[in-house]
């Protein structure tokens, strides 16, 4: 009797081990606390801040497009020559000549060159369907005013166009709205006057004014040419808004983003090659925290306005852009850093490595080594007799 009790009471102190499913559960739950604690660690360590922008340089060299987001209608962009400068702006198939009207460019005389000789650069564009050449002489005044006209906020790409033969230039696509150029003669106080000459539909004619409107995705060429001396450029660009209160003394053009990347033939998207952009925040030490894998600055995202200046489309695309901002340069955004440092701090580091890592990883190391000795058991417990 006394043999069968002690061998009772042996039996009430063995271990009842655990069946396959709950090592399997609780090793599941170990490695998904393990990927979820290394996908946390990344994303504070990879979260875009905004900073403010001062003046800071955006430029897309040849090769390369820039595309300024987030526009309203309006002024987009004056182009004025000075003495002797001259400019030829061509268009493609899907303009439109508003101003001289159809009536009038048809009484024009035939045109002495067709319009199709000086095409668009050899990037892919289409020939060009309409030429615009603008002179200027003396102290009068001729150039070019482009605005866009559109409902919502609209985009424009701008791709430099090498320096060739004393010429350089850009081609712009409006995105989202149309792009009006109006181009205008104006004599000057000594009674010099340039020239405009418009060549379309085969026809030549002399004018003082005309108005071209470029729909969403078509194309237009601008290139300058430099005076005779060529000390100078013969190109002032000028922007719409002067604002009195402002620290830049040039005009400003608001936006929503700038982005720089390969030319698209006008279609970017947010997951387009842009390897630096500028995108608009509320204020300065704002967070992104979308997409929630890793957040990432995104054209779409860029709701609030920063200020464009100093925009030099001319060789190569130049601007500046103020206030506040994310920005990516090479690819790679200026991220916060809080977190970071808060983990490298000496006091913080161990009492974190205490408390929280080094037991985590003891327990999932248990959990996948009773897994691996427990793979042989039964799947459930066996029921109880």
Known sequence: MGVRAGETGHAHTVKREKPLGALVLNAALAGALFLIGVWFY???DRIPLSQRMIGEPVVAKPGTALVLGGLKAGPFLSINLKSGGRL?????????????AASALAAAPPADEPAAAAGFPSSGAVRARTILNLYNSGTGNAGLDLELSGTGQMKAELVPVPTEDGRNGFQITPLGGTLVVN????PGNDGKVGAMTLMTAGRTTGWDEAKIEIPDGARAL????????AAKRSTVIELPNYLSDYPVISGTLPAAFVAVGHPAGGDFSDFGDFSDIVCGARAPGEKVLKPLAFPEVRPSGCTSTIDVSALDPFGE?????????FEVKDGKPTYWEGPSQLLANPLVAPAFKGAVVAPFLLWAGLAFKA????????WRAAPKA
Request: proline share 4%; net charge negative.
């Open 183 to 186: 181009a205008l003669v104006i």
């Open 88 to 100: 030829e702006l061509s268009i493609d198939k899907g303009a439109n000549v508003v101003t001289p």
């Open 371 to 378: 897994l691996w000795k427990g793979r042989r058991r039964p």
């Open 317 to 325: 695309i130049a601007l500046e852009a103020w206030g506040a901002a």
């Open 222 to 229: 601008i290139l300058a040419e430099d005076a005779a001396d």
């Open 42 to 44: 990344f994303y504070i």
